[in-house]
């Protein structure tokens, strides 16, 4: 059996540890979780944007990973 999660905003973080940024795969530009809902599905976004999608101008420009 589990614990019950705590609930709140920084549930189970601890406030002295600075947060790692989420960073897309393709262009590299900082992301969040969008949480989701009963009728909705959790989202990953750009936090510039705000859409899932990258930039297309941000694509021209990220670094080619060599594969």
Known sequence: M???R???DRA??????????????????EQQVVPG?????????HVGTGREACEPGD?????DDGS
């Open 12 to 29: 189970g973080r601890d406030p002295e540890r600075p947060r790692i940024p989420l960073l897309c795969p393709r262009c590299g530009h």
């Open 59 to 63: 694509l021209a420009r990220a670094p």
């Open 37 to 45: 809902g009963p009728e909705r599905a959790v989202k990953v976004v």
């Open 2 to 4: 589990t614990a019950p």
């Open 6 to 8: 705590p609930v709140g």
